[in-house]
Every structure is written in structure tokens, then in C-alpha cells.
């Protein structure tokens, strides 16, 4: 396994167990600031969404490693996971929260490019180096 696929891995247990330590909190503050019916709004449109993106990757209208692809899945799962959240869906918020996490990935993934800076010439500001001192 890649050193930045177990960053990502242990990145998504802290959240799970962090998340899972307050969870009474997280809970009370959504009950107090988003109405049920929101919840649920917002619970099939993240479904509609990730069926969206998933479809239009099946289509070939979008690429499965498109920061475009990735930024819909993530909000789709994001309403998703604050839905089985509320309704108490334990396993489904696990899910998403390991979805969400890598798609936050795949469009870091995506819009990085570490092998242009390969490219770059060095840059030579005129400052004293160890071996022209």
C-alpha cells in the first residue's frame, strides 16, 4: 500500500472515531439547526447525485477521475451521510464517510500534477548556495 493511500486511511479512522466519540453532540446541533424535512431534501438529493455522477461515468460523459465526477460524488455523499446520520444508519455513515474521503483524494489526485514541477528549470534567484559561499 502507497504511504498516501494509508494517510488517507488513517485520515478516514480518525474522522470515523472522532465523529463517533461526539456523535450526541454532532446530533443535537443538526436537530436544533436543520429541519427533518431538510434532512431528507437533502438525503435523496445526495442519492440523485451520486447516481448522477455514477451514471454519467458509465455513459462515458465523464471521466471516473475528473475532479468534476469526484466534486458531485462528494456532495452527493455528503447528503447522504448527514441523512443516515440523523436516522441513526451506522453502517451507511461509515460508507459515506469512507466515499467522501476518497473523493476529497481523487480530486487532490486530479488537480495535482507533481510531475510538471519535474519539469520546471531550476530556479536561480542569485542567492549565496553551500557551494558558492
Known amino acids: 500500500m502507497e504511504l498516501s493511500t494509508s494517510i488517507v486511511w488513517a485520515g478516514v479512522m480518525i474522522t470515523i472515531i472522532g ?3 461526539r456523535r450526541q453532540s454532532i446530533r443535537n446541533y443538526i436537530e436544533s439547526n436543520i429541519p427533518k424535512s431538510w434532512i431528507n431534501i437533502l438525503g435523496y438529493t445526495g ?5 448522477g455522477a455514477v451514471t454519467a461515468v458509465s455513459m462515458g460523459w465523464l471521466n ?3 475532479p468534476l465526477y469526484h466534486g458531485i460524488s462528494l456532495v452527493g455523499s455528503g447528503g447522504l451521510l ?7 444508519a451506522n ?3 461509515v460508507i459515506n464517510t469512507i466515499w467522501m474521503s476518497m473523493n476529497i ?3 487532490v489526485g ?3 500534477n507533481l510531475e510538471v514541477l519535474e519539469d520546471l528549470p531550476s530556479l536561480d534567484l542569485g ?5 558558492t559561499a
Open 19 to 21: 465523529a463517533y466519540s
Open 47 to 51: 442519492g440523485f447525485m451520486q447516481l
Open 64 to 66: 471516473n477521475t475528473s
Open 82 to 88: 448527514l441523512n443516515a446520520f440523523y436516522f441513526g
Open 91 to 93: 453502517p451507511a455513515v
Open 105 to 107: 483524494f481523487g480530486i
Open 110 to 112: 486530479s488537480i495535482s
Open 127 to 131: 542567492l549565496p548556495t553551500p557551494s
